[in-house]
């Protein structure tokens, strides 16, 4: 049973335009939210992170909104960069540290010059 | 090293043999994970190694799976009579505990395929 949910594998957007990526859980004693994203052939790199008591996070082109009621969160990449094609997976956490992390399945995003 | 190293990249083994999988950390590193990710799914966590606290191996899938760490250093990954279904990516991760969340450094990982 999914915690964790990232109901699209794929995404394309056209250069310079927005990204949403999506993300659903289902548990409500979910604390941290975090997204990582994943090049070929190379590990997962942490991006960005949002606490429970927030509803939004920004750091440059990218920001995290958090819906505690809906349980979703969102990843929005605006403008969208060809570099930014890679797998972008969401992570929950109850608590702080990293063995109670649970990732969802990634979303691949193809950002098309 | 600069960055979280695994080795090998790739392993190709018959079902029924073993297979040791290696991690090195980042220098300063406490804490280290493993994870498996299988075709298709996110990352599932299996092991959890902090200091010199006994390690949290509640992920662990069988008992033919055992990991070991070398104080705050290598660890190794170990899969006794490897099943097809063990086939996936195994990712290694170290942190330092000190970040709120705790932010993680993943190496590139090790694709192992059993046949």
């Known amino acids: 049973d999914q915690q964790v949910k990232q109901n699209s594998p794929s995404l394309s957007v056209q250069e310079g335009r927005i990204s949403i990526l999506n993300c659903d859980y289902t548990?409500?004693?979910?604390?941290?939210f975090l997204w990582y994203k994943k090049y070929p052939a190379e590990g997962p790199t942490f991006l960005i992170s949002?606490?429970?008591?927030?509803d939004k996070n920004e750091d440059g082109r990218f920001t995290v909104f958090l819906n505690k009621s809906a349980k979703h969160l969102s990843l929005h990449i605006v403008p969208s960069q060809p570099g930014d094609s890679a797998v972008y997976f969401c992570?929950?956490?109850?608590?702080?540290?990293?063995?109670?992390?649970?990732f969802g399945p990634g979303t691949r995003l193809s950002v098309l010059p | 090293g600069a960055g979280v190293s695994q080795s090998p990249s790739n392993k190709v083994t018959e079902k029924g043999k073993d297979v040791e999988l290696r991690c090195d950390p980042i220098?300063?590193?406490?804490?280290l994970y493993w994870y498996r990710q299988r075709l298709g799914q996110g990352l599932e966590f299996l092991i959890y190694?902090?200091?010199?606290?006994?390690?949290?191996k509640s992920g662990l899938p069988s008992d033919r799976f055992s990991a070991e760490r070398t104080g705050e250093s290598v660890s190794t990954l170990t899969i006794q009579r490897t099943q097809q279904e063990d086939s996936a990516v195994y990712l290694c991760?170290?942190?330092?505990?000190?970040?709120?969340?705790?932010?993680?450094?993943f190496g590139p990982g090790t694709r192992l395929t059993v046949l």
């Open positions: 992570a929950a956490s109850r608590g702080n540290y990293g063995q109670n992390f649970v």
């Open positions: 949002i606490s429970s008591i927030k």
């Open positions: 991760a170290s942190s330092s505990r000190t970040s709120t969340p705790d932010t993680q450094y």
């Open positions: 190694f902090q200091g010199n606290s006994a390690p949290d």
């Open positions: 220098s300063g590193h406490t804490a």
């Open positions: 548990n409500s004693m979910f604390d941290y």
